[in-house]
């Protein structure tokens, strides 16, 4: 018998965990944290809805923390066995799993002090068990593995992140076999940072992200230039420019699009860029080491002249680095995690700028429902960040070209036109981005499903 069971990102964005029953194995594709809300801490706080100790291996498609958080937790609860990814997601994942655990680790130190109830999901120890099963195996890309007995894997380049990959598994049961592909986060063409994504195989069944399922992104280079004037507009009105950034591709991605504006004098080049994120600036360190990952036109890039090193780009890792930033009243570009406003430094960034009509926020990536992002891109007035509220006056631009996701076009011509038994729609809104790729879908005559949570499919 060979069983699909959604455990994470369905009818939802977050929290990847896809579970393969066949024959006697059993593997997760992505074990990843539910983020955005009380709901997702109490979601990510609850056991398994299966047992850790049967399942034989992990699949990682890659390191962002809503596909691979979980991870610490699973091999907390008795998990034994390998978790198989490219190298480069390994060395990503081992700097968010590591930053995790700390930040969790302070949040349940100060909710101590402050006498409030305290959710761990893991700790640095759990962490660090992780990253030890994650370093049995690293697997190349277009390489066929062995993962079970029944259970073949490809890993195929997504070009979502460094690393980032979709898988296909062959599955045999001893009776029949069924080939089946997971899309993980595909990216967007176009950034020239990584190579785009490779289209779906031949497979009967397909799990496929819907994160932009209802819309198409603007051009690159559209977003390029609107990025580029809204950096402009704001320095020439003596503002700071706070950019909430995701630390992996994101990051590196808008540095590229500054390098490359300085040296076609859209952005004076006595700017000072600021990337305030540890982990960003580790994982920038990853970047220089996995060249393999790069498109063409990246890679020429650091050939002639790094975009990493940009003369006045300060790597800030320090706390009181971090602080002094604040002094700057108008001048600066301040990159800073987290993307979606949950924690990390550009909170105290936006408790200083949100209130400067002259400073800008640019949002340049995709913000949940419930989280701080979502709720300055939707309007509020008044944003609370910490135990205070923060009136919003700076202006607020979002541009979403620069996502690291495919949009709906993009999605449809990966999935392409090979005959499907079923199609599994995941990680999107369910009345949005999951819905209209549905419908879409319906009308070119595929069998489309949206796998409910913890409920098995059958597929042989």
């Known amino acids: 018998m060979i069983v699909y069971t959604c455990h994470g990102a369905a009818r939802g964005v977050t929290g990847s965990c896809h579970l393969i029953e066949c024959g006697e194995s059993r593997i997760l594709v992505d074990c990843g944290l539910f983020q955005g809300g009380r709901d997702a801490a109490d979601a990510n706080a609850h056991d398994f809805a299966f047992d850790p100790r049967t399942i034989d291996a992990v699949l990682l498609t890659h390191a962002h923390l809503d596909h691979c958080g979980r991870l610490p937790k699973l091999v907390r609860d008795g998990f034994a066995g390998p978790i198989l990814a490219t190298a480069a ?18 949040e349940a130190k100060r909710a101590r002090e402050h006498g409030r109830p305290v959710v761990v999901v893991s700790d640095l ?28 894997a490809t890993f195929l380049d997504a070009g979502h992140i460094l690393g980032s990959a979709s898988i296909l598994l062959t599955l045999n049961d001893g009776v029949s076999q069924r080939r089946m592909v997971f899309s993980g986060d595909l990216g967007h063409h176009g950034s020239g940072v990584l190579r785009p994504p490779r289209q779906a195989p031949p497979a ?36 700071n420019v706070v950019i909430p950034t995701f630390a992996l591709e994101r990051a590196q991605e808008i540095l590229y699009c500054l390098h490359q504006g300085i040296r076609q004098g859209a952005i004076p080049a006595s700017v000072s860029v600021f990337l305030d994120s540890p982990m960003a600036i580790s994982a920038t360190a990853v970047f220089r080491r996995h060249p393999e990952c790069f498109g063409d036109d990246f890679l020429e890039a650091l050939r002639k002249d790094d975009p990493f090193g940009m003369p006045r ?19 600066a570009i301040i990159l800073a995690g987290s993307g979606m406003c949950t924690g990390g430094r550009v909170r105290h960034h936006l408790r ?51 996502s690291a996701h495919a ?9 392409g036109d090979e005959p499907r038994q079923r199609v599994f729609l995941v990680h999107g809104e369910p009345d949005r981005g999951m819905a209209a ?17 913890d409920v098995p499919c059958r597929l042989a």
Not at 126 to 151: C, K, N, Q, S, W
Not at 207 to 214: A, I, N, P, R
Not at 360 to 365: D, K, L, Q, R
């Open 204 to 239: 009967d069944f397909v799990v496929m992200e819907t994160t932009y399922g209802d819309r198409p992104h603007r051009s690159f280079e559209a977003t390029r230039e609107e990025f580029l004037s809204a950096v402009g507009q704001t320095l020439a009105a003596h503002g």
């Open 125 to 152: 120890d759990d962490a660090f068990h992780a990253l030890e099963a994650l370093d049995r195996r690293v697997v190349d890309y277009d390489v066929t593995v062995d993962v079970a007995p029944g259970i073949q």
């Open 313 to 331: 780009l300060h790597y800030t890792r320090g706390v009181d680095e971090s602080m002094a930033i604040n002094a700057i009243e108008g001048g």
């Open 89 to 106: 997601t390994r060395d990503l994942a081992r700097i968010v799993l590591l930053d995790a655990a700390s930040l969790q680790e302070e």
């Open 352 to 402: 200083h700028n949100l209130g400067r009509a002259r400073s800008s926020v640019i949002f340049v990536g995709y913000a949940a429902e419930g989280t701080p992002a979502r709720e300055i891109i939707d309007g509020r007035k008044v944003i609370r960040i910490g135990r205070q509220d923060i009136s919003v006056r700076a202006r607020i631009w979002t541009i979403n070209g620069f």
């Open 437 to 453: 790729m549905r419908d879409t879908l319906r009308t070119r005559g595929m069998a489309v499903v949206c796998p409910e949570f």
């Open 407 to 415: 949009d709906a076009p993009e999605l449809i011509q990966w999935l």
